[in-house]
């Protein structure tokens, strides 16, 4: 077996974090977006973080997420509790 020397691991550093880079910027750019109706107003909005549920709530069909805010904004036009305001 070979032994791990600082040399080797130097070596090797870089390489990790290259490897590392993508998916570090993937999370970044995964973003979730939300049909939310205020407790309060009754009105329905896309937001991008997930409501609390003291301030808003989940309205989309079975609470779904949506990858883009203009996917969430066309599938908010057939939430019946935001058209029928």
């Known amino acids: ?3 791990i020397t600082c040399l080797s ?4 550093l870089p390489l990790i974090a290259a490897l590392a ?5 993937f999370a970044q750019g995964a973003t979730s977006y939300y049909i939310v109706q205020d ?12 409501p ?8 989309g069909p079975d609470g779904v997420v949506y990858k883009t805010k203009a996917e969430a904004e066309t599938a908010m036009k057939t939430v019946k ?3 029928s305001a």
């Open 1 to 3: 077996m070979e032994k």
């Open 9 to 12: 691991v130097s070596r090797l």
């Open 21 to 25: 880079l993508p998916v570090g910027a």
């Open 39 to 50: 407790l309060k107003t009754k009105k329905c909005t896309v937001v991008d973080k997930k």
């Open 52 to 59: 609390v549920a003291t301030e808003a709530t989940i309205v």
């Open 81 to 83: 509790v935001c058209t």
